[in-house]
């Protein structure tokens, strides 16, 4: 999973490259082109620095439509899959659709009927889009990468809307269970730290067995 990071492009940076993807997108505002002055309502902003964002660029190809550029896996520079950004300062009834132009995988899920996940501040409870406004096709204009298309229209101005692959379960979220159990005292479960990640996160190995044969091997 793609990490949170302090750096992103400015609105108005120069994003024609390909391989210009640095770190997460932090409240990018996309302006039309030769447009000056503050964002108005409909300039979309996105933004992927929280705990399992992803989305390291954007590419406005249009009024309605935009590519968005994902960050690949720490350690992995191969493998593009996860993405998890939210959009803000929308207009009522904008239609939108959103390319996902750099996926790694020759073969998804999306194939077989599974759609991206949203939420949004009014409606907090992750819902499936239709996956009839779902596309999944290797696409030549992008380096013959495959691409996940989905249309969406936004409903309602003050909220802000978040997409992601599939239901995010963060770091921080899984440590948070694993705390709740081992105050649990519970006979049959044991924690213990194996060392850390590349990025100092904490290893836990889990024991899960019967009291009885816990040191039995």
């Not at 390909?18 to 503050?38: E, F, H, M, R, W």
């Not at 996902?100 to 020759?106: G, L």
């Not at 101005?157 to 948070?176: G, K, L, N, V």
Request: with cysteine.
């Amino acid at each position: 999973m793609a990490e949170r990071s302090q750096t992103a492009p400015e609105a108005g940076s120069d994003m024609g490259n390909d391989d210009a993807i640095g770190g997460n997108v932090s409240k990018y505002v996309v302006l039309p082109t030769g447009y000056c002055g503050q964002p108005k309502k409909g300039h979309l902003i996105f933004d992927a620095c929280f705990e399992s964002g992803n989305l390291g660029r954007v590419d406005q190809v249009s009024e309605f439509e935009y590519d968005l550029f994902i960050r690949p896996d720490t350690c992995n520079p191969r493998f593009r899959v996860w993405f998890n950004f939210t959009v803000e300062n929308v207009k009522e009834s904008q239609r939108v659709i959103f390319n996902i132009v750099n996926f790694s995988k020759t073969k998804s899920l999306y194939r077989d009927g599974m759609a991206p996940m949203v939420k949004s501040t009014s409606r907090p409870k992750w819902q499936r889009l239709p996956p009839k406004n779902v596309y999944y096709y290797r696409c030549p204009d992008h380096r013959k990468n495959y691409v996940m298309s989905f249309a969406f229209c936004f409903d309602r101005e003050e909220d802000i809307y978040q997409f992601a692959y599939c239901y995010p379960y963060t770091y921080t979220r899984f440590q948070h269970y694993l705390d709740s159990l081992q105050k649990r005292n519970m006979d049959y479960f044991f924690r213990e730290q194996l060392g850390q990640s590349v990025q100092q996160r904490q290893l836990d190995l889990l024991t899960i067995t019967s009291p009885a044969g816990r040191w039995s091997w």
